[in-house]
Every structure is written in structure tokens, then in C-alpha cells.
């Protein structure tokens, strides 16, 4: 066979596209494929200041690439066949600091790899953002839709402006992932991570631990069930506030203060609550209402651990859980202080099943107090959110043992507050609850009530409470603690017998000793922290899950040679470093007790 002309100008370029090949023989092979197309993405590398020298690798929905950013923290990939959008990682050393690795997702030709784009990776993911690197980047452009950019943008904005950093309720409307950046200007985002940076370093903290809270609290909301037995952290926004030098977790923040003294409360916060402001380097707490200053000493070799003394004399001693929950005891009286950090909540995100714990004043004589413990279900639907008790027990009038039932009461209406808490009406309209609710760093939450109206009595709004309250957690599936797992505690004492008196605080420690996972049963030692132990067997998730169970036991053997009654005991486990303990009337026990047991920081 003849060989073919060669293509040539006078040819048509349509006919010569159609030939196959030119050669003598006609089968040289499949024609060349259209040139591959380059996909180029470009972009900056900041923790404040640039990032130079820091290698950055891009894996994409197709093809991977790998760049090193220039003196500004510049960089360009060129990924041959490439394909949007791409997980970005980012690894350097700043200058004079420790080695950084940053994450980020491009789904445009221009990227941010910054702090700020980190907590928007775990924001979104609910994951380690590291993981962005090892799955699948095709699935990127849904788990980063607009909508969800947008509501992790505002948490994490949310978290910024609520720790103080300045300017960051700028960037709202800016596009943290591949927005401008302006290195040098001490404006926008440039502005923001210097502001981060400032304020992780006046915390103590640092970037892997206030990416890890946002990934806690973003993995609770789509599953509270992951934080079962985690341990309690502090909030993100508390991460980035200054603390006191004797205690980690107490931080300068605002405070909601439960006051459960009969007529507590100021009309800052409605029932028995009032605002507070912890300043933590100062050693000072005041009130927002009235300017009552509280100045706080540290107990030596007891951190987090607090001597307080009011500007009118008062004193009492204060703990702080690691999640930075307070717990005070008053030396008047009756006086209990429980303080979470100030957050504004709505009523639908506390959707879901709780365990509650609470003390009222008896109806008919207000110095004589009742106890109550159960589960409750608050739901959400197009009528509203609504709170109802699905089980539990309660003691009918003070003196006698408690009565259960498994049977749901009435609905309660839950609304928002313009002060951010909660108001909870029964249906019958016989009392209002005010409530306030903290999210801890690990995902975990903790709400507290007072009563801050009775029919015919005062209003939310006066301020003005009975001194009854509650308090709630999620409801958790427990894990039976493992043989040789310690804890230390603090414990708050309250009487019940015939008015709510604290009657004590000490330091508590514990040994588990033996476990039966297949009853869910564990025998621990416990007592005084230094003093005499005695052994006792307690129940998880028992009588419901995210409770323990202890039983009434006399004639228990101390350490010291003597002998001692175990109470009867119910045990609400919090995430939050507190657990809230009933010890119900028994026959033998006639005064029911109530236990506020404060976790100490490790040490």
C-alpha cells in the first residue's frame, strides 16, 4: 500500500485530525490524546507571620502535589491532570517557635492555609483535620458545602469574639478559606491571627488543644454518645483567656451564678442567678448587679482550691472543676454558689435526653426540702421545644423514702431568654424554672435551674428565688471504670433534713479494686484524702444510664481498725468534672443528703 501525503498547510486542520497516522504501513497506533490539562492552585501559608520554607502538600479529588512556600509564604502547585477541590497540608517551622501543621481545603485556584482554616477543617469534619489527607477528596465538595462553611465560620467566629480576640467579628462575611490576605496589615484576617496567636499565649494553651475542644463539641452535636466517659476539658473560648496561676481551669470569663439560698438572686439573671465576672490573674470575683467583690486565695498545695472573702467580710472556700465549673460554699447558712461560664444557648440544641438531679423547697413549708432524680426528654417540633419527665424518683414529702415512677409527667414549654439562658413552664403553669446551660470542651453539657416563680408569687424577671434548683447532664451510656483507676475529689455536703444547710467540704480519693464487667459492677476504696478507707460496691448506668448506684451497707470495715454505714447513694457522672449525689432517706438514714463532688485536676 501506497504511504500517505504528510499533512500539510493546504490540508485542512478538520481532515488532518481525522487521520490516524502517517506512515507506510497504516498502523502506527491510536492518535494522541488532547494535551492534559494542569490544575493550579495558589495561595499563602500564615500562623500571623508568614510561613516561609514550609512544604505543603495538596491531595485532590484527582492527582497530588506538593510545593515550598517562598519568603512571603507563597505557593503554587501545579497538579498535571488535577481536579478541585483538595485537602491542603501545610508543615513548617516559624521563627523562633515550634514546628506547625496546618490544614486547609481548596476548592477555587486560591487557598489559605492558615490557624483560622484548622478550626474551620475540625469545625466542619468533627474530625482530626490530619484526616483530611488519607480520605477521600472526592468527598470533600459535599462534606464542604456552602451551608456547612457557613455554620462552621460562625461557631468559629462565635468561639473568637466570645474569648476577646479582636476583630474577629470582621470576618463574618469573608471567606476564611481562600478570602484575602494581607500579610503585615494588622487588618482582616491578618489581624485575627496575630489576635490568636496573642491569645492562645496569654492562656497557656495552644492550637492542637482549642482544635481538639471544636472537634469534641462538633462530634457531641452530631452524636452525643461520643462523649461518654471523655475527660472534662474547657470550653474553646475559655482556652483563649487568661488563667489563674494556681489553676488551669479557672479563666477570666463571665459567670451565671446559682445562688441557692432561699431569696437569692439579684434580677440580673432571673431566680437565683446573677452574673459574675471572674478575673483569674486577680484572684477576684464580682458582681455584675451590685459590685460585690470576692477576693480568692489560693490554698497552698491544693490546686484549684480557693479561700474566699467577701468585701463585707463573709468568707467561704470555692473549687473549679477542670471543665471550670465552680463550686462554693458559703459560710452562712444555706449558701451554695454552682457557677458555669456564661454561653447563650437555644432551646433547640439542648434537644435530646438529660439526667436531672434536684432539691425543692416542699410546698406547704419552705424551711423543709424534698430530693428528685430521673430522665427527662426535650424535644423539638414546628409547636416549639418542650421538656418532660420520661422516669424517675422523688421524695414525696421531707422525712419519707423516696417514690418512682416510670411513667411520663406533664410537658414543660421551654423558651429562649433574652439573656441567653432558658425558661421552663410546666403546663400547669404552677411555678417557671430560669436555666442556664454550659457546653464543656469535651462536647459535654451541664444546664442548672432555680425556680424563679410561684403561682401568684414573684416573677422571673424580680430575680427573687426559693432556693430550689437542679441539675442536668446528658444522658451517657457509662463504661465500668478498669481496676487501678483513681480519682480526687472534693465534696460539698448539703443537708436536706429540714432546711438545705452545707454542712462541710473535704478531699475525697478512690481505688478501684476489682471489676465485673458482665454486671457492670465495681468495688472501689474510698474516704477522707489522707484519712481512713473503707471499701464499697457501686452499679453503672444504674437505675438509669449515665448514673451509678451504690446500696446502703453498715458494719463496713475501715482502714484504721473501725467500722463505718456506707449510705445509699445515686450518683449523677457528669462530663463536666462534677458529679451531683443523692443519698436518699433510708430507714436508717432519715436526713437526705445531697453531694456535690468537684473532680481536683490531675496532678
Known sequence: MRSLPLCTAAVAAGACALLAACGDDGDGGPPPGPPATSLGISGTVATGAALAGASVA???????GSATTDANGGFTLT????ALPCALEARGTPVGGSAVILHSVATAATANVTPLTELMVAQVTGADPAALMTGSASALATTFSAASVQAAQAKVLAVLVAAGVDGASSLASDDLFAGPLALGSAAGHDHVLDGLGGALDAGGSSLAALTGTLVAQAAATADPATVADAAAALAPELLLRPRAASCASLRSAGYWMLNSHAGGGSGDGGGGFAAHVVDAQAGTITQSSDGTLYTLTAVPGDPCHFAVVADDGSTGDAVVSPAGVIVARGSQS??????????????AELAGRWNWVGVDTFDTNNAAWVYDYGQIAVATDAGGTTLQLQKGCAQPSPGEVEACTTTP???HALAAATDGGLVNTPASARWTDKMFA?????????????????AGGSTCAAGIGDGSFGVASRTRTLAVPAAGTTTNSWNVYLDTATQLSTVGTDAWSTLVTSVDAATGAFTRTAGPTG????AETLSVNDPYDGFQFRDLATGVAT???GSTTVRKAVFLKTGVGVSVIVQPVTPSSPAGRLVLSVGQPAP
Open 79 to 82: 497538579i498535571a491532570g488535577g
Open 438 to 454: 454550659y457546653q464543656a470542651g469535651n462536647g459535654d453539657w451541664l444546664a442548672i435551674s432555680s425556680t424563679c416563680n410561684i
Open 559 to 561: 482502714s484504721n481498725g
Open 58 to 64: 495538596a491531595n485532590c479529588a484527582t492527582g497530588t
Open 409 to 411: 409527667q406533664e410537658l
Open 334 to 347: 444555706q449558701l451554695l454558689l454552682i457557677g458555669i461560664p456564661r454561653q447563650s444557648h437555644s432551646p
Open 531 to 534: 484519712g481512713a478507707t473503707h
